[in-house]
């Protein structure tokens, strides 16, 4: 009993995602029963669930670095868009330049966007560990700035990745029923999985969060733990960028991954991570990243107008930074502890009375 509730506490965290998720399951249950419903299209599955795990895709990576950052500096980056416009232009303008494409050509062109990615990554780390500046406001520079270079990258243009391999990584590989951008993911998140268990990331990264200065008594350097979260935000967003650009079979360089930033933050805070740093939890930001998407797509199909869905949105987000505030959480606590503490009276009452009753029993036997 003890190790259930123990395990049911350190599962806590994943009720309000899970709870939201339960809510657009069951509206878009009420909207068609066929919501589930999968079907066989040129030998790949497509329905709702294929659907949205294809579509967040670079929410769900995006959603792990910006956790990470978010932990360890207390704050966010709010320039994840724009790196992975520019990763995904320096990938697009080696493939083109490479004349014939090949795998290799796209795995070389994958890893320098990687390589770009790490290098923004550290620049804006360098601000935030060693100059100290805000997260926001240091990322604010590529934010506005970002989108310019890519385009500058393109050469003003919108470049169309017209062959075959990228054209299979953006939609199916011919054999395998599910699209490739899901395998991309699944695999993306094994890789993070493997590497928190078999490394103390977690831990420093945790640590650094609750209390810098109690870390850096321990013999660790907060700045080199922050500024590794941002060298991983990189490889995230250039990952994101790869995967975005293949999709879409050309580089739009104002468009991509426009304001994803955005609901990487919400999908952090709906799974249940503080926005001030501390303890995380990767899974509860994919599940959060997931939920986000299928948010859209609900509204979507509830023939929401496209423009109107930021406002909802804006709705929901307040209704969750409600709910998830410390007050409401002070509030239902406080609520649970009354509620335990009826159900114990009520308990020992009845003890007590069970007790006086086998005592007089007894009593009259003995006359």
């Known amino acids: 009993m003890l190790r259930l509730k123990a395990y049911v506490n350190r599962l806590s965290h994943l009720f309000l995602p899970l709870s939201v998720l339960a809510l657009l399951i069951i509206i878009n249950l009420i909207k068609g029963a066929d919501y589930f419903s999968i079907t066989m299209v040129n030998g790949?599955?497509?329905?709702?669930?294929p659907n949205i795990l294809f579509g967040a895709s670079e929410l769900v990576i995006l959603s792990i670095g910006m956790t990470l950052v978010t932990a360890a500096s207390r704050g966010q980056d709010i320039s994840i868009g724009e790196i992975g416009a520019i990763t995904s232009a320096t990938f697009v303008l080696y493939v083109l330049n490479a004349g014939n494409v090949t795998v290799w050509t796209i795995l070389v062109g994958f890893l320098i966007s990687c390589v770009v990615g790490i290098i923004i990554g550290a620049f804006n780390g360098t601000l935030v560990s060693v100059f100290k500046v805000q997260p926001m406001v240091a990322t604010l520079i590529l934010f506005l700035g970002g989108r310019s270079i890519a385009f500058m990258i393109d050469g003003k243009v919108s470049p169309i990745l017209a062959n075959e391999i990228s054209n299979k990584i953006g939609t199916v590989i011919p054999g395998i029923p599910i699209q490739t951008p899901i395998i991309l993911t699944a695999v993306f998140i094994a890789i993070v999985a493997v590497v928190l268990k078999t490394t103390n990331l977690r831990l420093y990264v945790e640590s650094v969060g609750i209390n810098p200065s109690a870390v850096r008594l321990n013999g660790i350097d907060p700045k080199k733990i922050i500024f590794l979260t941002f060298l991983i935000m990189g490889v995230c967003s250039a990952v994101a960028g790869f995967i975005a650009v293949n999709k879409a079979g050309r580089h739009d360089s104002v468009n991509i991954l426009k304001f994803i930033m955005m609901d990487a933050i919400l999908a952090v805070a709906l799974g249940g991570n503080s926005l001030a740093g501390g303890k995380f939890s990767i899974s509860g930001s994919i599940i959060g990243a997931y939920t986000i998407e299928m948010l859209n797509r609900t509204l979507l199909r509830l023939e929401v107008n496209p423009e109107a869905i930021k406002s909802f949105k804006a709705v929901f987000?307040?209704?969750?930074?409600?709910?998830?505030?410390?007050?409401?959480?002070?509030?239902?606590?406080?609520?649970?502890?009354?509620?335990?503490?009826?159900?114990?009276?009520?308990?020992?009452?009845?003890?007590?009375?069970?007790?006086?009753?086998?005592?007089?029993?007894?009593?009259?036997?003995?006359?």
């Not at 790949?44 to 669930?49: E, H, L, T, W």
């Not at 002070?330 to 009520?346: A, C, E, H, N």
Request: positive net charge.
């Open 317 to 367: 987000i307040i209704i969750l930074m409600v709910i998830a505030s410390p007050v409401v959480r002070v509030l239902v606590g406080k609520v649970l502890d009354r509620i335990k503490t009826f159900y114990s009276d009520r308990q020992t009452d009845g003890l007590n009375n069970a007790a006086v009753s086998i005592t007089g029993a007894t009593g009259k036997k003995e006359e």
């Open 44 to 49: 790949a599955f497509y329905g709702n669930i």
